[in-house]
């Protein structure tokens, strides 16, 4: 049976959606790429597969900037789903790490495509041995693990080759069946098979050939040649070749009634099945005495479904797992699928055309109810039983009153019979269970906006809202395909700001429709605005604002505050930490709530932990806010947000700087999370930059007094290792401007400070110098002026490290000391310790080696015995630089091995590039050129992964160099001159010193040496 192994445990499914089940019990895994993900390595077996092949397989060429990442987090999130219950940072024992890449290690027989390659073997094996019965049941059940689509809901080039190679395999299957079934003597019970089967492969010549032979067995001499017409008429006229010459012979023979092809005798009784068998022989069924039927009383056949959309559209996996699990035939007990999902997204009218599609799987009558829910008077579930026993021929007067005994009645009447019972909108499993039947040859699908995980036995579908493709597609056919053709990048605009609700796809699509004089164009400014967006989707009695009400009105009070006041952050999701301090209440309360509304269909859980709303219900759930709440509410609720990001991010901050000043001098007001480790306090800030610089763009907005605004920018400061991942480069440019037009708006230095520092450490990271020393010395001023020590230090040695990449290398010095001298005062050791690091480049650009590695030493030192392993990793860095400089590559590479260890652990990416840069120019000194071109490449890689040019720029110059090294003259001068024009656009003067190389060099040339 589909979700179990033999002997319970893990069981997986490719041979149809890709699932899994742990005990009987299916597991939520996911979104289609995460599944395509888990279905490429359930397909390899255990064999270990790169990130690099995955991103490939499942994304192919349109693999976005972050794949890496991306693929990262999913296979975390499989891991918890295949393993809730291993404990944080162990071993994972089914999705293993190998080496940088991955395998799925699965118990035996966890596959069913295991198991389908397994009965094959067996049948195989079976044929070989005289016992054609026992191979042809081996086949059939070998195919009936079959459920759909192989491999259905994934994406990507891999997946769509194997499914297209399981889809081939089956059909071998098949036809290996149809042979053995032949063999059998069954040529009549295979013709109708073979007709469907040819059909719809009608190219396939094995195929038409056992249909001929069938019906020539069946006396049907005629319509067997007519096969052979039809076939060869076919493959003339799509692929202009003529039958092959097995089909062609065949065709000879019947028109000469070759006796050979007569029907074989019936087979003789077969040998028992060797001990070999895993699973034993297949045993016949029984046949039963023959007896006198039950005589089922004449019922009415019932046929109360409302009628099916005439343009339906997409859903083509959802409605496929549907009507299978509604097919299946089960002694277990009653097929019942339960759907659940937001207002609007279509439970009812995927449910309504897929019970259409399974009408003739039930001869004996659909039954109907919708059960209100969530509208005013809820059907009370006598009532709708009562409905059902007069659909089913029941006079009233003979209905009972009480709950239980038309329950009774109900089942009793559906006893060997097959109905199929649609209970839509239903509030909660309590309404439910009194309705469903109790015989298993009827089946029953419920919808609900609620999931209802109490129902016993059902199978939950959660339904989530279109793909992009569909919903363009509903669109098209209800405002009429040639208006979005002429305008496709309109109505994908228009279906996106719909958030791809079937509901609101409908009603704008509609509206469209219903205005001849409309363009596409014209309806998306209108949707543009969020202030007017529901008020756009309303058409006749339909409204999405209404739905939303609906589910809405059913909330207790506490639910309803969570659900409006959790729709203030303006982030694209909210961990449950930080939405407590938004609601102001513990945190397994505010778990609890989070957790109804995801229940309701009103939130979404896109990973644990981690909440968000659908596009417009976060827009209804703000009007409900603005309406319910004052707005100082609000403004306490924003700040209790912001207080507890900046508390957890300064805790980052403390780690990731030890020894660091600014931590300390930062104003925090409420409690955040703490870290134990630099790698998870960067990892966290890295996960929730997204929805910390919401909350600071959404701050900078509504600040009216430097006592709103200052969090936002002790903030930014906070989030200083963030920057040096390099993840959020333009956010941090974007967010710093924000904060400052807003402190320059409402005259607040002390944020003004602080967003000029972290502008000028964003805008150095770009390479534009001067812009950066302007901030700095705009900071060192404001500094002075408000005597503000929480970032003097930083600053000064900020401004000589600017300076001395400008080649000012005594001012940059002098400034180093102003800096020292700071620290020294203030008791910062480790200031001290990034002072003496930073300043021994400026050393050696004054010609001074000795002094330069006597600072970087000294600076290594000091951080070594703080025991802290930032400070540590970039004094080794400098002193690498110097080594290298200095001709002591040996050590050079050392200090660089080492840094570069501790910056990728940390997922520091900026210093990842600038090390991985560093090692490939010591290994040219070294004239070691294959292991400078392999790290000159890796920082090339990094540099363009994190949008860094400067980085991107010195990394192709150093590869450049490094090719020319091998030999490669060519691919040397490319780089070259690519490193010369980003340098030259970046004003950096390197450019100058690859001008004086590149100005002797003709076009066309190589650079010699």
Excluded at 164 to 182: F, G, H, I, K, Y
Excluded at 455 to 470: K, Q
Excluded at 636 to 656: E, M, N, V
Excluded at 755 to 780: K, P
Aim: net charge negative; hydrophobic share 45%; with cysteine.
């Amino acid at each position: 049976m589909a979700g179990q192994s033999g002997e319970g445990g893990l069981w997986f499914a490719v041979l149809g959606p890709v699932r899994a089940w742990r005990d009987g019990r299916e597991l939520d895994l996911g979104t289609p790429l995460q599944r395509s993900i888990l279905g490429m390595l359930l397909l390899r077996e255990g064999r270990a597969i790169s990130p690099n092949e995955m991103i490939d397989a499942v994304w192919g060429e349109d693999a976005p900037p972050r794949a890496l990442g991306a693929l990262r987090t999913y296979v975390s999130r499989l891991r918890t789903v295949l393993e809730p219950d291993r404990v944080a940072r162990s071993r994972p024992e089914l999705l293993t790490s190998i080496g940088r890449g991955y395998a799925l290690r699965l118990p035996d027989d966890a596959l069913d495509l295991t198991r389908f390659e397994r009965r094959i073997a067996e049948a195989e094996t079976a044929r070989r041995s005289g016992r054609p019965r026992e191979a042809a049941d081996r086949l059939r059940a070998a195919l009936a693990l079959f459920e759909g689509e192989p491999l259905a809901g994934t994406v990507g080039p891999y997946a769509e080759h194997q499914r297209d190679r399981l889809a081939e395999r089956r059909l071998s299957v098949v036809e290996t069946l149809m042979d053995v079934d032949l063999e059998l003597g069954d040529h009549a019970a295979v013709v109708s098979e073979l007709i469907a089967l040819t059909a719809d492969h009608p190219l396939r010549e094995r195929l038409r050939a056992q249909l001929m032979l069938a019906l020539y067995r069946c006396g049907r001499q005629g319509d067997a040649l007519n096969v052979f017409t039809e076939t060869r008429e076919a493959l003339i006229d799509e692929l202009g070749i003529e039958p092959g010459p097995e089909l062609t012979a065949l065709h000879q023979r019947i028109l000469t009634a070759d006796p050979t092809l007569a029907p074989p005798p019936a087979p003789a009784e077969e040998p028992a099945a060797g001990a070999g068998s895993a699973e034993g022989p297949v045993e016949e069924p029984q046949q039963p005495a023959e007896e006198e039927p039950y005589a089922a009383p004449e019922l009415p056949r019932p046929a109360q479904l409302p009628a099916a959309v005439t343009d339906f559209t997409g859903r083509k996996e959802q409605a496929a797992r549907l009507r299978s699990l509604l097919s299946t035939a089960s002694a277990e007990g009653l097929p019942l699928v339960a759907i659940s999902g937001i207002g609007g997204v279509g439970k009812t009218t995927l449910a309504v055309h897929v019970a259409h599609q399974v009408e003739e799987v039930f001869p004996d009558g659909q039954l109907y109810a919708d059960l209100r829910g969530y509208g005013d008077g809820a059907t009370a579930p006598e009532s709708a039983l009562g409905g059902f026993l007069r659909a089913l021929g029941i006079p009233p007067d003979v209905i009972p009153d009480g709950l239980a005994e038309r329950s009774a009645l109900y089942r009793s009447l559906l006893a060997e019979r097959r109905v199929l019972v649609l209970l839509d909108n239903a509030r909660d499993a309590e309404q439910v269970s009194p309705l469903l039947p109790g015989s298993p040859g009827c089946a029953a699908i419920v919808t609900s906006r609620v999931k209802l995980a109490d129902l016993p036995a059902a199978r939950l579908v959660d339904l989530d809202v279109m793909e992009p493709d569909e919903a363009l597609s509903l669109f098209a056919a209800v405002a009429g395909p040639e208006r979005v053709a002429a305008e496709h990048g309109a109505a994908m605009d228009v279906v996106a700001a719909c958030g791809f609700l079937p509901l609101a796809v409908r009603i704008v699509a509609a509206r469209l429709a219903a205005r001849p004089s409309w363009t596409v164009a014209s309806l998306a400014p209108r949707l543009a605005d969020e202030q007017r967006r529901l008020d756009e989707m309303r058409v006749g009695n339909l409204a999405v604002e209404a739905t939303f009400a609906l589910g809405y009105g059913q909330l207790a009070p506490e639910q309803a505050r969570a659900f409006r006041l959790l729709s203030l952050p303006s982030g694209p999701d909210i961990s449950s930490e930080a939405a407590a301090a938004v609601l102001a209440l513990p945190a397994y309360e505010t778990e609890a709530l989070l957790e109804s509304l995801v229940d309701a269909s009103l939130l979404e859980a896109p990973g644990p932990g981690r909440y968000r709303y659908h596009d417009l219900l976060r827009l209804f759930a703000r009007r409900e806010l603005n309406k319910a709440e004052r707005p100082e509410t609000l403004a306490l609720a924003l700040g209790r947000l912001l207080g507890f990001y900046l508390a957890s991010a300064q805790s980052a901050h403390r780690l990731a700087y030890e020894g660091s000043a600014i931590a300390d001098n930062l104003v925090v007001v409420g409690t955040g999370r703490t870290f134990t480790t630099v790698d998870e306090a960067v990892a966290w800030l890295i996960a929730e930059g997204d929805s910390l610089f919401a909350a600071i763009g959404q701050t900078a907005a509504s600040a009216r007094s430097g006592e709103q605004l200052l969090p936002a920018g002790n903030l930014l400061v906070a989030m200083e290792p963030l920057l040096e991942s390099g993840t959020h480069t333009r956010e941090f440019d974007q967010g710093t401007r924000a904060v400052l037009a807003a402190a320059l708006r409402i005259g607040d230095p002390g944020s003004e400070l602080r967003s000029r520092y972290v502008l000028g450490r964003v805008l150095f990271a770009a390479n534009r110098l001067r812009e950066a020393e302007e901030q700095f010395r705009r900071v060192r001023e404001l500094s002075a002026e408000r005597a503000e020590k929480v970032v003097t230090g930083e600053v000064l040695n900020a401004l000589a490290v600017v300076v001395g990449r400008q080649r000012r290398h005594a001012e940059a010095l002098a400034l180093f000391e102003a800096a020292m001298t700071w620290y020294r005062e203030n008791g910062v050791p480790a200031g001290e310790a990034l002072v003496l690091s930073y300043s021994a480049r400026d050393h050696l650009g004054l010609g001074r080696p000795d002094d330069a590695i006597a600072a970087a030493e000294k600076g290594l030192a000091i951080f070594t015995e703080m025991g802290s392993g930032a400070g540590t990793a970039r004094a080794r860095y400098h002193l690498g630089i110097v080594l290298s400089r200095v001709g002591r590559l040996t050590e050079a590479v050392h200090h660089h091995a080492e840094c570069l260890a501790f910056f990728r652990a940390s997922k520091q990416r900026v210093w990842e590039q600038r090390v991985c840069s560093r090692l490939a120019e010591t290994f040219i000194a070294a004239e070691r050129y294959p292991e400078a071109v392999r790290h000159a490449e890796q920082a090339l890689v990094v540099s363009r992964d994190i949008g860094h040019p400067y980085g991107e720029a010195l990394s192709l110059t150093v590869l450049g160099k490094a090719l020319r090294g091998l030999g490669d003259l060519s691919r040397s001068l490319a780089c070259l001159r690519q490193a010369y024009d980003v340098f030259s656009r970046l004003g950096a003067p390197e450019a100058g010193d690859l001008k004086v190389l590149l100005d002797g060099v003709p076009h066309g040339a190589v650079v010699e040496t």
